[in-house]
Structure formats: C-alpha cells, structure tokens
C-alpha cells in the first residue's frame, strides 16, 4: 500500500524506540496530502504484524491501525487510546451506523457532525476524533471495524499481550477468571492476558479456553467433550457382557 502522509498532531513528538520484535513496518515514503479540512498530522505506513512467529502481510486496515497506534505511544496514551477504539467497536458494532456513515449521499460535513457528537459522548480523545474525521474525509470508514480489530492486534504486540476466550455455560466468578489468566500467562509466558467471556449452554458444564493467533490453540474442560469421548468409545469398541 502507497503510504499516505497526512496529520494528527499539532506539535512535534519524539519517536519511542521499538524493538524490531515488538513492531515491524517498512520507511514510510512521503506522499503530500492537500485538504479542506483541519486534522492533525498522520502518517499511514505500511503495516506488517508479527504474531506466532508469522509476518502478516500489509492491509489498508493495518496501516491506519499502526498509524493511530504510533500517535498515541508519542503521546503516551496507548492505554486510553484502546480503551476508546473499544468504544468505537462498540458503537460501530451497530449496522445502521456504519450504513450512515458508507452513504455517499451523505455529506461529509454532516458526517464529521456525527462524529463530533460520537466523540463528546464517548468522551474520546482528541487524536482519536481526529482520526475518524480522516477516515471521513478519505471515504474509509467502511473500515473502521477491520481497523479497530487490527489496532487490538497492535496493541497486544506491543504490550505482549495474549487473548484468552474462556466459555461456560454459566458466568463464572472473577477470581476462577484470574486463575485462567494465571494459567494462560504461563502457558504461553505473555505479559498480559486479557479475559473474554462467553456463554454457550451446549457444553453442558465445565468451560474451554481458546487462545493463541486467532484462538488457534484450545483447552477443552467441558462435560460435552467427556461425553463426546465416551460415545466415541462406546461406539468403537466391542461391548462384553460378564455371564
């Protein structure tokens, strides 16, 4: 992807030093951007992610993730700045928004009026309002879902952070939840772990736990799974009766 220079700050920041295994991009190659409208500086680099050992290949969503991830390390705000791509998930997780937003019949100063009253009621940051209004003005909101998904995936490289989904079928208690996080974390000797929940009635108790690059990796302690095995067995194997 042609890297894209436009802007997201007001002032001159200090690059932090990033170990070649924590994030890999390519030297961005300048391009100049003319706009009507005001944002802050943002540059848009080629974005490759290491995960498991594996280097994904660049993607327009993974650009914009690594640039706004860039953003708030100089700002040193990459803790609130997950917290609010969260909020715009979430917001965003609604298909009636991200229609609005993809109409081209819409105008885009109605557009960054939308965006404006996203940002005061979700009390987002002013880079992170910034950025949507570049995603506006450069007709790329139909990615915001792929770019907060891939800025969760930047934000656990640098942090060295691993994604556990735990599910049961019924809630379980937070201090069973640390124990998990406790077990991942030595499993796969991650800095952090963050817990996802699920419920899924089917299992019929115990839980599983999916983690690793896209959950690749699976500890099953459900009931299902035993009573999945013992049919197995009942069905494969010869059947004695004692006389």
Not at 9 to 17: A, E, K, L, R
């Amino acid at each position: 992807m042609a890297v894209l220079a436009a802007s997201l700050q007001q002032t001159p920041v200090t690059f932090q030093h990033r170990s070649s295994s924590e994030f890999h991009s390519k030297p961005p190659t300048r391009l100049a951007l003319t706009s009507s409208l005001k944002t802050p500086k943002l540059t848009i680099k080629p974005f490759r992610r290491r995960r498991g050992g594996a280097t994904m290949s660049n993607t327009a969503s993974g650009s914009y993730a690594s640039a706004l991830a860039d953003v708030a390390r100089n700002n040193n705000t990459l803790e609130k700045t997950f917290a609010d791509v969260e909020k715009i998930a979430s917001i965003f997780s609604d298909d009636s928004v991200l229609r609005f937003f993809a109409n081209p019949t819409i105008g885009d100063a109605e557009k960054r009026g939308v965006v404006e009253e996203i940002a005061r009621s979700s009390a987002l940051q002013p880079h992170v309002s910034n950025f949507l209004n570049i995603l506006v003005e450069m007709r790329r909101m139909d990615l915001v879902r792929e770019i907060a998904k891939e800025f969760e995936t930047v934000y656990n490289d640098l942090t060295k952070t691993e994604v556990a989904v735990v599910t049961s079928v019924v809630k379980l208690e937070s201090q069973h939840l640390a124990q998990i996080a406790r077990g991942v974390q030595k499993l796969t000797g991650a800095r952090n772990v963050r817990i996802r929940t699920a419920i899924d009635p089917g299992l019929v108790a115990g839980f599983t736990i999916r983690y690793g690059n896209s959950g690749s990796k699976l500890i099953d302690m459900s009931v299902k799974k035993q009573l999945d095995e013992i049919a197995a067995q009942l069905e494969l194997g010869d059947i004695q009766l004692a006389v």
